[in-house]
């Protein structure tokens, strides 16, 4: 695909905005439809999108392997790591009532922080699951790359 | 925990000495020495506890428990030391014969052989001391598969399939009657304990005694009652001092032991007697008697033929404690022990009479006698024995069990005793009187050629015995003492 | 009245889809059409007021499924063999399941019933409630992020040992060790090197 | 008669829903390609999803954003909650499932099972 | 100080951490990617867990049930987490099998798995441990599902995992994935018509509100798809078609784990909707299981069963001895009696030890020998005597002979089925086993007897997984010689279920 100049350009046209859409999708999910795995499937689609034109090595030098699987255990820990916070601070296990002055308040970051956890999570396991797809199609990248 | 110490000893030494020759493997004559040294240790260990027995106590030993009122537990009795005893005692002789039988017959794998006979002899004393049911069963189960190695030892696809049929049935039916009868038997008293006089009665309705004694019955499949009898001749593929010990004294009397055991001490002969749930038994008893004998004269494979006399003999006891009265128990009780000398002297002379001429047929031994004169005469004492003719032992077993079908008011039992009686003179005797009158068999000019006894190991044994047959019938008040300690009916007479 | 009519003509839209994904030999095809089907779907949970869920399966069904499974493709095959194997069971046991259903499915309360118990238990709690408690609008991320957060938490445990066990499937040599193709006998050889 | 209207209207969906689902699991059980098994776990569970979804439908209600209007009746959000999360089960179920028909493509050659039996048949004689 | 106010967050906390210890060391797993420090991690994890199962076992059975309100909602709102004497009994055995199966995974998995993907192999099984403990633990029904899901898919990749060495591996999970998720959906239709019909996803709330309702069908099909959902995770019959191959071609260590824990919790699963959830008051209900699951159960011991006996292997035979297994279990649920309820729960977790150690015993066989078939094995306990031994002593458990601990699960299914009048259910029971004996003895006359092959290479054994086999071996027969506290338990969980009436061997 990388003689396909139209596509490459749109693809650059276009890839910021799903960007930013996923984005928006995930820190607006308290108001309207949407939320975490909504996001990270968009930004996933974003990068998969980014891999399909200009192939997986350049996208896999945007975003090294390292980070991608860095992030697949992180989104789940900041989850986890959110339970866990509430715990030290002396509440169940996910109550998110201590995190802010009042219980409301500690509701919104607490949401926030674990919607982001989600977010991290899904994207990263999505892409990864779509570069573990395409790197084993012949004459695409080779196992030391990633 | 524990009054004697010699009470775990008898069951852990022969274990250790399992161990010894297991270590002792690549060195056979150390690993026999091991293996005789131990059966005498463990013979002077129980010997050990009959002084005290007779004195009236009852040393027990009980380990943990594992159900709600049942433990791994130990109590030494007069007819459990009575058992342990034979079997340990016997072990000694077999084991000298074994060293013998083994080396003249150059047969592999002995250290396994040694190993496992020692690990049925712990499992035989263990049933012979078990002071409750389940650990009666646990130490049947241990002996059955013990000696499963020791059947299947030549490893032919005959020995498998020996070995096999040997132990389905005797799994089989201590799974499918014994277990669920103990199960049953727990769950109508809460315990396992045997006790005198019996637990059952006031726990269990009289109509389901009958049914509950049947599965004890069938499932004590080492008492070879009809129909469950095929394991014991199918068992007769393994080597010969294997059937001479393990069918003639620790399993099959493992079987009959656990049967006046449940009779005496989880029924009561007088739970039995009013209820009258072993009349069917008595029937069922007599039956197999005089079957198996009929069947024994038709074989011409001496194991075999000795095999069903054996299944004969074992019905003895059975029909002991299914009469119900103390003569009964007694002659049962001693059946065992005379029973146990006389036939191991056969099987030792059947494997010596093997050794000397690899012949296994009945018909093949015709003027042998004048061949191996001490073994056809140990054969033929040891007959004697089995018969119950005086001077040997056999004869007062058959005296008390005579006495009893008349206590029980059941005559056409003792016609039974006495037509199987005739059965055994000639099925028995017969072989040694062709042996000693016959003209030779061998081929018909050089007749056995230079053939003569078996080695000393294997002609010494079995004449002990059958001196041991002929000590009891004067002795026999030794036993008689032991055994008149067993609490039946009407207490002692 | 018009809303029923929407429905039903999704719902028809979906079993043709359905029916044409059964016969579809053409593999390619078929995966356009499960997008498709994905898509139809959506369509109808915002019928049924589930505009989450719909964009959910809107990004799921008709992207990354869709996407995957033309990867699965590229690597596996485009067209599916002949059916050689008997169809009578398989038929059976559909059958048999979806009466099973369609039994369990005459005491259901009515569609819309706002009088069901699904409408009368825990939900009303939720209604009241989040506005205050969690402060934010959308009932569902309430739920989601919140009420039901330890499951949220397990789904995205899910995600994750998806991950895990796609990379732990895909990253692994191309090959087995110890394969040859055509007949061989099993096991031993893996192990001894020959091949 | 007007409750038998009113329960075949009250349930049609369901129904259909049913046969959807008994499609889907068709396909599973009846096909011998591995991915168009995946498929039919897919159609299988969406249609699942819609049986869901369909019994927390309120009949005048919306969707269950609050707009702060009183008495403003909502469709139940539970469903949708449980919903989310199982269409998230299924995309996992679905990745693995493909990356399995990957690799046993690799290995044998073939995703159809018949092709694959037959392998196994010759692989292991009896 | 700071070690009593350890020890107090620890006890709050207790429950949820049981599952969160292997949940977020899992994560852990895969950033720390050096195989050794994820061994550690995972088998660190494992203990812990296992070190709190048990704490709250002992607490459960001072202070009776425990519950924990995640994200500090009350049920039925929020999830809870339900400590009670069924599950607290359950726990520990799940994670005790994970804490025995990691040290024997170390030795055995370098066969199978390549070296830079091990820590993603124990990051997948820290998985299934976590959604095993997650399913067995939680108080909602919802829940149930997310964390089964957690652990099915993490052990379809487990049994693939065998692909490296058998290909055929693939095809068993792939075979696994479709039933599991089969079975999973039918799951999620049963809770669907459960939630239609009471509106609400809380165990004990919906058992309140179902014993207030008269059972309808929309229950009584919430009941069946339950049923044949969580039958196809047990591998009831005749649902068991994936089980034999899954078994067969995973790795060891995966088989053991797996074989020990993931169909007990499923049949757990099951035990707590029959008779938490559903309480079989509904005549409906309770005829279902006495005629159908019932009958399948036994129709399942003897037909699996014979089936082991023509196995060519090892491996496959077990597997098919643990679908005959299950059918023991199922018997005694579905006896709906405290005695037989207890005797399904004693045999689960004796089954599992002893299950877990056979299938060790037999990586072990396979690992020195390459193979698991009993035709290649002629004579091979001349050679391996010790690991022969082992599999001799899990034989007989699986037969139901003494001092082992399946006596004592026979003892107590045949008590409970007398108990119960149900004297063909006991015959059968002990008839049956001698059809355990049947396989068990293919394998002790072929291993013993068959002439050796003199050619046959055996390699080394690693430490690492014949300590970990043997200490399972010891544990189980440990189980067998002194039974009173997994009695005690299982009779305690009985009586919670069913509180009126007392369970086995009290």
Same mark, same amino acid.
């Given at each position: 695909?990388?003689?396909?100049?139209?596509?490459?350009?749109?693809?650059?046209?276009?890839?910021?905005?799903?960007?930013?859409?996923?984005?928006?999708?995930?820190?607006?999910?308290?108001?309207?439809?949407?939320?975490?795995?909504?996001?990270?499937?968009?930004?996933?689609?974003?990068?998969?999108?980014?891999?399909?034109?200009?192939?997986?090595?350049?996208?896999?030098?945007?975003?090294?392997?390292?980070?991608?699987?860095?992030?697949?255990?992180?989104?789940?820990?900041?989850?986890?790591?959110?339970?866990?916070?509430?715990?030290?601070?002396?509440?169940?296990?996910?109550?998110?009532?201590?995190?802010?002055?009042?219980?409301?308040?500690?509701?919104?970051?607490?949401?926030?922080?674990?919607?982001?956890?989600?977010?991290?999570?899904?994207?990263?396991?999505?892409?990864?699951?779509?570069?573990?797809?395409?790197?084993?199609?012949?004459?695409?990248?080779?196992?030391?790359?990633? | 925990?524990?009054?004697?110490?010699?009470?775990?000893?008898?069951?852990?030494?022969?274990?250790?000495?399992?161990?010894?020759?297991?270590?002792?493997?690549?060195?056979?004559?150390?690993?026999?020495?091991?293996?005789?040294?131990?059966?005498?240790?463990?013979?002077?260990?129980?010997?050990?506890?009959?002084?005290?027995?007779?004195?009236?106590?009852?040393?027990?030993?009980?380990?943990?428990?594992?159900?709600?009122?049942?433990?791994?537990?130990?109590?030494?009795?007069?007819?459990?030391?009575?058992?342990?005893?034979?079997?340990?005692?016997?072990?000694?002789?077999?084991?000298?014969?074994?060293?013998?039988?083994?080396?003249?017959?150059?047969?592999?794998?002995?250290?396994?052989?040694?190993?496992?006979?020692?690990?049925?002899?712990?499992?035989?004393?263990?049933?012979?001391?078990?002071?409750?049911?389940?650990?009666?069963?646990?130490?049947?189960?241990?002996?059955?598969?013990?000696?499963?190695?020791?059947?299947?030892?030549?490893?032919?696809?005959?020995?498998?399939?020996?070995?096999?049929?040997?132990?389905?049935?005797?799994?089989?039916?201590?799974?499918?009657?014994?277990?669920?009868?103990?199960?049953?038997?727990?769950?109508?008293?809460?315990?396992?304990?045997?006790?005198?006089?019996?637990?059952?009665?006031?726990?269990?309705?009289?109509?389901?005694?009958?049914?509950?004694?049947?599965?004890?019955?069938?499932?004590?499949?080492?008492?070879?009652?009809?129909?469950?009898?095929?394991?014991?001749?199918?068992?007769?593929?393994?080597?010969?001092?294997?059937?001479?010990?393990?069918?003639?004294?620790?399993?099959?009397?493992?079987?009959?032991?656990?049967?006046?055991?449940?009779?005496?001490?989880?029924?009561?002969?007088?739970?039995?007697?009013?209820?009258?749930?072993?009349?069917?038994?008595?029937?069922?008893?007599?039956?197999?008697?005089?079957?198996?004998?009929?069947?024994?004269?038709?074989?011409?494979?001496?194991?075999?033929?000795?095999?069903?006399?054996?299944?004969?003999?074992?019905?003895?006891?059975?029909?002991?404690?299914?009469?119900?009265?103390?003569?009964?128990?007694?002659?049962?009780?001693?059946?065992?022990?005379?029973?146990?000398?006389?036939?191991?002297?056969?099987?030792?002379?059947?494997?010596?009479?093997?050794?000397?001429?690899?012949?296994?047929?009945?018909?093949?031994?015709?003027?042998?006698?004048?061949?191996?004169?001490?073994?056809?005469?140990?054969?033929?004492?040891?007959?004697?024995?089995?018969?119950?003719?005086?001077?040997?032992?056999?004869?007062?077993?058959?005296?008390?069990?005579?006495?009893?079908?008349?206590?029980?008011?059941?005559?056409?039992?003792?016609?039974?005793?006495?037509?199987?009686?005739?059965?055994?003179?000639?099925?028995?005797?017969?072989?040694?009187?062709?042996?000693?009158?016959?003209?030779?068999?061998?081929?018909?000019?050089?007749?056995?050629?230079?053939?003569?006894?078996?080695?000393?190991?294997?002609?010494?044994?079995?004449?002990?015995?059958?001196?041991?047959?002929?000590?009891?019938?004067?002795?026999?008040?030794?036993?008689?003492?032991?055994?008149?300690?067993?609490?039946?009916?009407?207490?002692?007479? | 009245?018009?809303?029923?009519?929407?429905?039903?003509?999704?719902?028809?839209?979906?079993?043709?889809?359905?029916?044409?994904?059964?016969?579809?030999?053409?593999?390619?095809?078929?995966?356009?059409?499960?997008?498709?089907?994905?898509?139809?779907?959506?369509?109808?949970?915002?019928?049924?007021?589930?505009?989450?869920?719909?964009?959910?399966?809107?990004?799921?069904?008709?992207?990354?499924?869709?996407?995957?499974?033309?990867?699965?493709?590229?690597?596996?095959?485009?067209?599916?063999?002949?059916?050689?194997?008997?169809?009578?069971?398989?038929?059976?046991?559909?059958?048999?399941?979806?009466?099973?259903?369609?039994?369990?499915?005459?005491?259901?309360?009515?569609?819309?019933?706002?009088?069901?118990?699904?409408?009368?238990?825990?939900?009303?709690?939720?209604?009241?409630?989040?506005?205050?408690?969690?402060?934010?609008?959308?009932?569902?991320?309430?739920?989601?992020?919140?009420?039901?957060?330890?499951?949220?938490?397990?789904?995205?445990?899910?995600?994750?040992?998806?991950?895990?066990?796609?990379?732990?499937?895909?990253?692994?040599?191309?090959?087995?060790?110890?394969?040859?193709?055509?007949?061989?006998?099993?096991?031993?050889?893996?192990?001894?090197?020959?091949? | 008669?007007?409750?038998?209207?009113?329960?075949?209207?009250?349930?049609?969906?369901?129904?259909?829903?049913?046969?959807?689902?008994?499609?889907?699991?068709?396909?599973?059980?009846?096909?011998?390609? %591995? *991915?168009?098994?995946?498929?039919?776990?897919? !159609?299988?569970? =969406?249609? /699942?999803? &819609?049986?869901?979804?369909?019994?927390? +439908?309120?009949?005048?209600?919306?969707?269950?954003?609050?707009?702060?209007?009183?008495?403003?009746?909502?469709?139940?959000?539970?469903?949708?909650? %449980? *919903?989310?999360?199982?269409?998230?089960?299924? !995309?996992?179920? =679905?990745? /693995?499932? &493909?990356?399995?028909?990957?690799?046993? +493509?690799?290995?044998?050659?073939?995703?159809?099972?018949?092709?694959?039996?037959?392998?196994?048949?010759?692989?292991?004689?009896? | 100080?700071?070690?009593?106010?350890?020890?107090?967050?620890?006890?709050?906390?207790?429950?949820?951490?049981?599952?969160?210890?292997?949940?977020?060391?899992?994560?852990?797993?895969?950033?720390?990617?050096?195989?050794?420090?994820?061994?550690?991690?995972?088998?660190?994890?494992?203990?812990?867990?296992?070190?709190?199962?048990?704490?709250?076992?002992?607490?459960?059975?001072?202070?009776?049930?425990?519950?924990?309100?995640?994200?500090?909602?009350?049920?039925?709102?929020?999830?809870?987490?339900?400590?009670?004497?069924?599950?607290?009994?359950?726990?520990?055995?799940?994670?005790?099998?994970?804490?025995?199966?990691?040290?024997?995974?170390?030795?055995?998995?370098?066969?199978?798995?390549?070296?830079?993907?091990?820590?993603?192999?124990?990051?997948?099984?820290?998985?299934?441990?976590?959604?095993?403990?997650?399913?067995?633990?939680?108080?909602?029904?919802?829940?149930?599902?997310?964390?089964?899901?957690?652990?099915?898919?993490?052990?379809?990749?487990?049994?693939?995992?065998?692909?490296?060495?058998?290909?055929?591996?693939?095809?068993?999970?792939?075979?696994?994935?479709?039933?599991?998720?089969?079975?999973?959906?039918?799951?999620?239709?049963?809770?669907?018509?459960?939630?239609?019909?009471?509106?609400?996803?809380?165990?004990?709330?919906?058992?309140?509100?179902?014993?207030?309702?008269?059972?309808?069908?929309?229950?009584?099909?919430?009941?069946?798809?339950?049923?044949?959902?969580?039958?196809?995770?047990?591998?009831?019959?005749?649902?068991?078609?994936?089980?034999?191959?899954?078994?067969?071609?995973?790795?060891?260590?995966?088989?053991?784990?797996?074989?020990?824990?993931?169909?007990?919790?499923?049949?757990?699963?099951?035990?707590?909707?029959?008779?938490?959830?559903?309480?079989?008051?509904?005549?409906?209900?309770?005829?279902?299981?006495?005629?159908?699951?019932?009958?399948?159960?036994?129709?399942?011991?003897?037909?699996?069963?014979?089936?082991?006996?023509?196995?060519?292997?090892?491996?496959?035979?077990?597997?098919?001895?643990?679908?005959?297994?299950?059918?023991?279990?199922?018997?005694?649920?579905?006896?709906?009696?405290?005695?037989?309820?207890?005797?399904?729960?004693?045999?689960?977790?004796?089954?599992?030890?002893?299950?877990?150690?056979?299938?060790?015993?037999?990586?072990?066989?396979?690992?020195?020998?390459?193979?698991?078939?009993?035709?290649?094995?002629?004579?091979?306990?001349?050679?391996?005597?010790?690991?022969?031994?082992?599999?001799?002593?899990?034989?007989?458990?699986?037969?139901?002979?003494?001092?082992?601990?399946?006596?004592?699960?026979?003892?107590?299914?045949?008590?409970?089925?007398?108990?119960?009048?149900?004297?063909?259910?006991?015959?059968?029971?002990?008839?049956?086993?001698?059809?355990?004996?049947?396989?068990?003895?293919?394998?002790?006359?072929?291993?013993?007897?068959?002439?050796?092959?003199?050619?046959?290479?055996?390699?080394?054994?690693?430490?690492?997984?014949?300590?970990?086999?043997?200490?399972?071996?010891?544990?189980?027969?440990?189980?067998?010689?002194?039974?009173?506290?997994?009695?005690?338990?299982?009779?305690?969980?009985?009586?919670?279920?069913?509180?009126?009436?007392?369970?086995?061997?009290?």
């Amino acid at each position: 695909m990388e003689h396909h100049l139209v596509l490459r350009v749109v693809s650059k046209l276009i890839i910021p905005p799903i960007l930013l859409f996923g984005l928006y999708v995930q820190f607006h999910g308290d108001h309207g439809a949407g939320g975490g795995f909504q996001a990270g499937v968009i930004i996933a689609v974003a990068f998969i999108l980014y891999g399909l034109v200009f192939g997986i090595p350049r996208l896999l030098r945007v975003l090294p392997w390292r980070f991608i699987r860095a992030s697949m255990a992180a989104g789940v820990l900041l989850y986890a790591g959110t339970g866990a916070a509430s715990m030290l601070m002396g509440a169940d296990y996910l109550d998110y009532a201590p995190f802010g002055a009042t219980p409301v308040e500690g509701q919104h970051l607490g949401i926030l922080l674990v919607e982001l956890g989600v977010g991290i999570t899904v994207a990263s396991v999505m892409l990864a699951i779509f570069i573990a797809f395409a790197a084993r199609l012949p004459s695409q990248i080779k196992d030391e790359e990633w | 925990m524990t009054d004697h110490i010699a009470l775990p000893l008898s069951i852990l030494i022969p274990l250790i000495i399992g161990l010894f020759v297991h270590m002792f493997g690549d060195r056979p004559n150390q690993r026999d020495a091991v293996s005789l040294i131990g059966g005498i240790v463990t013979f002077i260990m129980v010997g050990w506890l009959l002084p005290e027995v007779m004195a009236g106590a009852r040393p027990s030993a009980s380990l943990f428990e594992m159900l709600p009122n049942v433990s791994l537990a130990f109590r030494v009795e007069p007819l459990g030391l009575m058992f342990a005893l034979i079997a340990s005692g016997l072990w000694v002789l077999t084991t000298l014969y074994a060293i013998g039988y083994m080396r003249a017959n150059g047969e592999t794998d002995q250290t396994r052989f040694y190993l496992f006979f020692a690990i049925a002899i712990s499992s035989a004393i263990g049933i012979a001391f078990s002071a409750n049911l389940l650990t009666l069963f646990i130490f049947y189960e241990a002996l059955t598969l013990s000696t499963y190695p020791l059947v299947a030892h030549k490893g032919t696809d005959e020995a498998r399939k020996g070995a096999r049929t040997y132990l389905v049935i005797l799994l089989g039916t201590s799974i499918c009657f014994l277990l669920p009868a103990i199960i049953w038997t727990y769950g109508a008293t809460g315990t396992l304990d045997f006790e005198p006089g019996g637990i059952v009665r006031g726990h269990l309705p009289p109509a389901f005694a009958p049914l509950l004694l049947a599965l004890f019955a069938f499932g004590i499949g080492k008492a070879a009652l009809m129909p469950f009898h095929r394991w014991l001749p199918a068992a007769m593929v393994a080597p010969t001092p294997v059937s001479a010990l393990l069918h003639a004294v620790a399993v099959v009397k493992a079987g009959v032991f656990t049967m006046l055991k449940v009779g005496v001490y989880i029924f009561g002969t007088d739970y039995l007697a009013e209820t009258g749930a072993s009349v069917w038994l008595v029937w069922l008893a007599g039956f197999t008697i005089l079957a198996a004998s009929i069947i024994a004269m038709t074989k011409d494979d001496l194991k075999a033929r000795l095999a069903y006399s054996t299944v004969s003999q074992l019905s003895y006891v059975t029909l002991g404690m299914a009469l119900a009265v103390q003569s009964g128990v007694m002659g049962g009780a001693m059946q065992i022990a005379m029973h146990a000398l006389g036939k191991i002297t056969l099987f030792m002379c059947a494997g010596g009479i093997y050794v000397a001429t690899h012949k296994t047929k009945v018909s093949e031994l015709d003027g042998l006698g004048r061949r191996m004169p001490f073994t056809f005469a140990a054969f033929a004492i040891g007959a004697l024995s089995i018969i119950g003719i005086p001077p040997t032992g056999g004869a007062w077993s058959k005296f008390y069990l005579m006495l009893a079908t008349l206590d029980a008011h059941q005559q056409v039992l003792l016609i039974v005793l006495m037509a199987s009686s005739l059965l055994n003179v000639i099925y028995l005797l017969s072989i040694p009187a062709r042996a000693f009158f016959l003209p030779e068999a061998g081929t018909a000019l050089r007749g056995f050629g230079t053939l003569k006894e078996a080695p000393l190991l294997c002609v010494l044994p079995p004449c002990l015995t059958a001196i041991g047959t002929i000590v009891l019938f004067f002795h026999a008040d030794r036993i008689y003492w032991l055994i008149a300690l067993i609490p039946t009916a009407g207490g002692h007479f | 009245m018009i809303m029923t009519l929407i429905d039903l003509a999704l719902i028809l839209a979906l079993l043709a889809t359905a029916v044409m994904m059964i016969r579809l030999r053409n593999l390619f095809a078929m995966v356009m059409l499960a997008g498709v089907f994905s898509l139809l779907s959506a369509s109808l949970f915002v019928a049924l007021d589930a505009v989450d869920v719909a964009f959910t399966e809107a990004a799921v069904g008709g992207g990354i499924s869709t996407v995957l499974m033309l990867g699965a493709l590229a690597l596996t095959a485009r067209h599916e063999a002949p059916i050689r194997r008997n169809q009578l069971v398989p038929l059976g046991v559909t059958i048999a399941t979806g009466a099973a259903l369609l039994y369990g499915t005459a005491d259901l309360p009515l569609f819309g019933d706002p009088a069901a118990p699904v409408h009368t238990h825990v939900a009303p709690y939720y209604l009241a409630t989040a506005p205050k408690e969690i402060g934010i609008d959308n009932f569902v991320t309430a739920i989601l992020a919140s009420y039901r957060g330890f499951d949220t938490l397990g789904e995205t445990m899910v995600v994750f040992t998806a991950g895990v066990a796609v990379l732990f499937l895909l990253r692994s040599a191309r090959r087995s060790r110890g394969e040859v193709s055509g007949p061989r006998d099993d096991a031993p050889d893996a192990r001894s090197g020959k091949v | 008669m007007a409750d038998l209207i009113r329960s075949i209207a009250g349930h049609y969906n369901y129904w259909m829903f049913v046969i959807l689902m008994m499609t889907g699991l068709f396909i599973v059980v009846s096909r011998g390609n %591995l *991915i168009k098994k995946i498929a039919g776990l897919n !159609i299988f569970q =969406t249609s /699942v999803f &819609l049986f869901y979804i369909s019994m927390g +439908k309120v009949t005048g209600g919306t969707a269950p954003v609050n707009t702060g209007r009183a008495g403003e009746v909502y469709s139940n959000p539970l469903p949708h909650v %449980l *919903i989310l999360t199982a269409i998230v089960v299924g !995309i996992a179920t =679905t990745a /693995v499932g &493909l990356a399995l028909a990957v690799r046993i +493509k690799e290995s044998y050659g073939s995703i159809e099972e018949d092709v694959i039996e037959d392998m196994h048949r010759t692989e292991r004689p009896a | 100080m700071i070690a009593g106010a350890t020890a107090g967050f620890i006890a709050k906390h207790l429950p949820v951490l049981v599952v969160l210890v292997p949940l977020m060391a899992a994560p852990a797993c895969l950033i720390t990617g050096n195989r050794h420090a994820t061994w550690a991690i995972a088998t660190l994890a494992s203990w812990t867990s296992f070190a709190l199962t048990v704490a709250l076992f002992i607490r459960v059975a001072g202070q009776g049930p425990l519950s924990y309100s995640l994200g500090g909602w009350a049920a039925p709102f929020g999830i809870e987490y339900r400590a009670d004497a069924l599950n607290a009994f359950i726990l520990p055995l799940i994670a005790g099998i994970a804490s025995f199966a990691l040290p024997y995974a170390r030795g055995s998995i370098g066969r199978d798995v390549e070296p830079r993907q091990q820590n993603l192999f124990y990051s997948a099984l820290l998985l299934c441990l976590a959604g095993l403990l997650g399913v067995t633990i939680t108080g909602d029904v919802f829940n149930i599902f997310v964390f089964l899901e957690i652990s099915s898919l993490a052990s379809y990749v487990l049994v693939a995992a065998g692909g490296g060495r058998d290909r055929r591996a693939f095809k068993a999970a792939f075979d696994y994935l479709i039933m599991g998720t089969i079975g999973a959906s039918f799951f999620v239709i049963g809770i669907g018509f459960l939630y239609m019909a009471t509106g609400t996803l809380n165990i004990a709330d919906l058992a309140h509100r179902l014993a207030t309702a008269p059972a309808d069908r929309t229950v009584r099909m919430a009941y069946g798809f339950i049923l044949v959902g969580i039958g196809l995770k047990l591998a009831m019959m005749p649902l068991h078609q994936w089980l034999p191959n899954a078994y067969s071609y995973a790795p060891p260590a995966v088989t053991a784990f797996l074989a020990a824990t993931a169909t007990k919790v499923s049949l757990y699963v099951l035990i707590r909707f029959l008779y938490t959830v559903f309480g079989l008051d509904d005549p409906f209900e309770a005829q279902t299981l006495k005629l159908l699951v019932m009958p399948l159960g036994i129709i399942g011991i003897f037909a699996a069963s014979t089936v082991a006996i023509f196995q060519n292997d090892i491996r496959r035979m077990f597997a098919w001895s643990s679908i005959a297994q299950a059918g023991y279990m199922l018997t005694g649920i579905a006896l709906m009696t405290p005695q037989g309820l207890a005797a399904s729960l004693v045999n689960i977790v004796n089954h599992g030890l002893t299950k877990g150690a056979l299938f060790m015993a037999v990586g072990m066989l396979t690992l020195a020998t390459g193979t698991s078939r009993l035709s290649d094995l002629r004579g091979i306990g001349r050679t391996m005597p010790w690991t022969m031994a082992a599999i001799l002593a899990g034989g007989l458990g699986l037969i139901g002979v003494p001092l082992t601990a399946g006596f004592i699960s026979k003892w107590a299914l045949v008590s409970a089925a007398l108990d119960a009048g149900q004297w063909w259910l006991a015959g059968a029971v002990l008839l049956s086993s001698l059809l355990a004996l049947g396989y068990v003895w293919r394998i002790v006359e072929t291993a013993c007897f068959g002439k050796a092959d003199e050619t046959r290479v055996i390699e080394p054994v690693p430490l690492a997984m014949v300590i970990p086999a043997w200490g399972l071996l010891a544990v189980s027969l440990y189980a067998g010689v002194q039974p009173a506290l997994i009695m005690e338990g299982a009779n305690a969980a009985a009586r919670s279920l069913l509180p009126h009436l007392t369970g086995v061997g009290g």
